[in-house]
């Protein structure tokens, strides 16, 4: 068996998974088992026991995605998917040397330090046996990031989905089924964080708050779970189907329900939940300057009501963001979930199992790859599990477990039409051993045994939580030192402007708002609220040639300190669409007085037509156009979306004409393999003959001799000599034929060189970082621009002993 090179595995769009098995003899082949990455866009299923290998082969099936650039989202509830980031490609025993632990060195007879040293130097060994480098886990490092988020912790990196509940898009407001999904498991999972079992169809409670996010998601208001309390108290419907409201749920119920979700939320326990980033699944699938992800969702801290909490959460993000992107043919991402059961149960309907029926079904329109696994398929729904195209089986624990695997992998070749051979199935199950696995591709002709490749990735088994926040303190110690940057960019001075408990008076006829905090105070802060301007405006760009008719919204504050700045609007920053504004302040706040400009209601007219006039005049819509591909970007993304967005056109480029490209070569590669089978049969026959000739010849002239010592006839010599004369032709026929299937093996080798050259053209063709993009700038039709009434909003801030103020809501600096 001979060791692979990288030119045999490297191929475009292939995922190196390990090299085929013959199960009958029990030995690896030479035969690399490569696994087409558009094929995962029909999902795929991993099942085995403990010890089987399951977690070798996930790990590297992301690493293969990671090394071709597909971003890959992971819920994580055991903690192995860490394994990630202990790549070394120094592979020096250091390196290794914080994973081990003390009683496996002793177990060993040697010390912590000569066992580091033996890890390093047999996961050398056993990269090299699969013809992997230090350079192949370098260019895997390079070409992807891997962080560890926890959900409700700050042991890795700090998330939180408790922020906002944001409105579907305006294209997906109107599919009541895809909205009623989204609200049950929503306020499902919300419901079992507050310890309420509720069923979605007799439930006072989880109707109520059902009904109350629908009414505001139809108003395009995204509900965080401040105002949400609020709501609840304070409902904006007043009718529950055909019944009043107060009937339906008393006001004294509704005040329980709110002061509930107002403990929680309250609770020190539950503050993690509120801390760090808020889930988004762009920016976990892909960094701020483009790079792709593998984003590991580690979920083991949490209790059984938490996780399905957020991972119902999660699901329901997923399915959202799926439907907003294009079609496509080609892997775009992937989402990997780890010991699934329990949230897809065959009978049972948790919150998290009708999103996950919608990716099984949905996601592969869109290029998003589902990849499952498991221990346990009993525990699993077969019949979704049938809309699942890859299957990796490994050993498995019990016969019933079999017969689930059994069933899904019966209903999935219904699904497509395929033949499928259960006792042979059932037979090839029974005889798998460690790392061995049976890959049922629906994509391919036939079920497939092999052995998993070498992880380039150090098993070091689950990461406990000391490991992961050790392995993220780098991350988050650059998220502080980022967040201080912007804190103290964002702090200005009070000045000499002296908070107040009196609330100022504002002008006649002019509205004035409160907008909520986003952030917690510090300790021993004063909490005081400033003066803005607030102004909402509706831009209108539209420009035929790039497809291009958008409305953007646009809310836009200008501070005001002791006075308005001169250059007004150009100093403003900008808020979030769905910041929250109440009529009303919140409790402990004191208030600066407004500056003079703001005082008169006369200047309101003209702060209006000023905001306008700025919006006309710099804010523009940037479009994004790849001259090779010949086409513009949607209008309205950024230039990471941009990227992004030619990076996916190119990578369906690629997979087409790496399709064409495989089929030429495929036809010709089968054609020149015919041939060589012909020639070998040709030269196994002509050696055969030979033999014969040669043997037959030998006898005849020992017989001759013993024949002339016996007095026999003498004639037999003569044909002796033709004897040896036909074998003489048939040695130079096997010799013809070896030449001639030299020829063609050469040929091979030659066709085989002409693909890789292909290949090679093709990557370089098609390398998206070395390619530069136009831009072209739109300004709004200003015929269209519509502004809001100028109003007073009262902003949030802190200020320390030292006079120092700090907002305590989000925004950007304009450009």
């Known amino acids: 068996m001979s060791i692979p090179s990288a030119e045999e595995f490297e191929k475009l769009a292939s995922f190196y998974l390990g090299r085929q098995f013959d199960l009958a003899r029990g030995e690896l082949l030479d035969s690399l088992l490569m696994y087409d990455a558009k094929d995962l866009c029909t999902h795929a299923m991993c099942v085995g026991m403990t010890g089987s290998g399951k977690t070798g082969l996930c790990l590297s099936l992301l690493e293969e995605a990671g090394i071709d650039g597909i971003p890959a989202i992971c819920v994580d509830p055991k903690g192995d998917l860490a394994n990630l980031l202990l790549t070394f490609p120094d592979l020096a025993p250091e390196d290794f040397l914080p994973w081990l632990e003390q009683a496996d060195a002793t177990r060993h007879g040697l010390s912590l330090e000569e066992y580091a040293a033996r890890m390093a130097n047999r996961w050398r060994e056993g990269l090299q046996s699969w013809g992997q480098s230090a350079d192949r886990i370098r260019r895997f490092r390079d070409s992807v990031d891997i962080a560890v988020y926890t959900p409700g912790s700050n042991i890795g990196l700090p998330m939180t989905v408790l922020k906002s509940l944001e409105a579907p898009s305006a294209d997906s407001i109107d599919d009541l089924e895809a909205i009623s999904d989204q609200v049950t498991g929503t306020v499902s999972a919300l419901l079992t964080l507050l310890g309420l079992e509720c069923d979605p169809l007799v439930s006072p409670e989880h109707i109520l708050i059902s009904s109350i996010l629908i009414d505001q998601w139809r108003q395009g208001i995204h509900v965080g779970l401040g105002n949400l309390i609020r709501l609840i108290a304070s409902p904006p419907i007043e009718r529950v189907g055909v019944i009043d409201l107060d009937s339906f749920m008393p006001p004294n119920e509704r005040s329980k329900l709110a002061m509930r979700l107002n403990n929680l939320l309250a609770s020190p326990a539950f503050a993690p939940w509120l801390e760090g980033d808020a889930l988004s699944i762009d920016r976990l699938l892909y960094r701020d300057d483009g790079r792709p992800k593998i984003s590991i969702l580690s979920i083991a801290h949490l209790t059984e009501s938490e996780r399905m909490f957020f991972v119902t959460i999660l699901l329901h993000e997923m399915v959202a963001w799926m439907r907003r992107q294009n079609g496509t043919s080609s892997l775009r991402s992937i989402f990997y979930m780890d010991e699934v059961a329990g949230y897809f149960p065959p009978v049972a309907n948790p919150p998290s199992k009708p999103p996950m029926l919608t990716l099984l079904k949905q996601a592969r329109a869109y290029g998003l790859g589902v990849t499952l696994a498991t221990q346990n398929p009993v525990d699993l729904d077969y019949k979704g599990l049938s809309n699942i195209g890859t299957w990796f089986l490994g050993r498995l624990q019990t016969e019933r477990d079999k017969a689930r695997v059994l069933e899904g992998l019966e209903g999935a070749a219904a699904t497509t039409g395929h033949a499928?051979?259960?006792s042979a199935m059932e037979q090839t199950l029974a005889g798998l051993g460690n790392r061995v696995f049976l890959m049922n591709n629906v994509h391919d002709d036939g079920p497939v045994t092999f052995q998993t490749r070498w992880a380039m990735s150090y098993l070091a088994g689950p990461m406990a939580r000391g490991q992961i926040s050790d392995l993220m303190q780098a991350e988050r110690d650059a998220r502080v030192a980022a967040e201080s940057a912007r804190r103290d960019k964002d702090r200005q001075s009070i000045g000499e402007t002296a908070p107040s408990q009196e609330r100022p008076m504002v002008p006649a006829g002019i509205r004035e708002v409160f907008l909520g905090a986003t952030k917690r105070p510090a300790r021993n802060t004063r909490l005081v609220y400033r003066p803005g301007l607030l102004g909402r405006a509706s831009?209108?760009?539209i420009r035929s040639s790039a497809d291009l008719d958008l409305w953007k919204d646009s809310v836009r504050l200008v501070s005001g300190d002791d006075q308005l700045p001169k250059d007004l609007w150009e100093s403003s920053w900008i808020l979030p669409n769905d910041a929250e504004t109440s009529r009303d302040p919140d409790a402990g706040f004191g208030?600066?007085?407004?500056p003079d400009a703001m005082v008169g209601k006369g200047g309101y007219r003209s702060f209006k037509s000023k905001l306008k006039d700025y919006l006309y005049r710099h804010c523009f819509i940037t479009l994004y156009k790849c001259p090779p591909l010949k086409g513009y970007a949607p209008g309205g993304c950024g230039e990471r979306d941009a990227r992004l967005h030619f990076k996916q056109l190119m990578r369906e480029h690629r997979d087409l004409e790496t399709e064409r490209l495989r089929e030429k070569f495929d036809r010709k590669?089968?054609?020149?393999?015919?041939?060589?089978?012909?020639?070998?049969d040709r030269v196994?026959?002509?050696?055969?003959?030979?033999?014969?000739a040669a043997r037959s010849t030998w006898l005849s002239a020992a017989s001759s001799v013993i024949g002339a010592f016996m007095g026999g006839r003498r004639g037999g010599v003569t044909t002796v000599a033709r004897g040896f004369n036909r074998a003489s032709q048939q040695k130079d026929d096997v010799r013809r034929a070896e030449d001639a299937l030299r020829l063609l093996k050469d040929d091979m080798r030659e066709l085989e060189t002409e693909f890789r050259d292909?290949?090679?053209?093709?990557?370089?063709?098609?390398?998206?970082?070395q390619m530069e993009l136009e831009t072209v700038d739109i300004p709004p039709r200003k015929s269209d621009l519509k502004t809001d009434e100028i109003v007073i909003a009262w902003c949030p801030w802190e200020v320390d002993e030292g006079g120092d103020a700090t907002p305590l809501f989000d925004f950007e600096h304009a450009s």
Request: proline share 0%.
């Open 420 to 422: 499928f051979d259960r």
């Open 539 to 541: 831009m209108h760009f």
């Open 591 to 594: 208030f600066t007085t407004l």
């Open 669 to 680: 590669i089968q054609s020149l393999e015919k041939k060589i089978r012909t020639a070998e």
């Open 684 to 692: 196994d026959r002509e050696a055969s003959q030979y033999e014969t």
């Open 758 to 769: 292909a290949r090679d053209e093709l990557i370089d063709a098609l390398d998206f970082d």
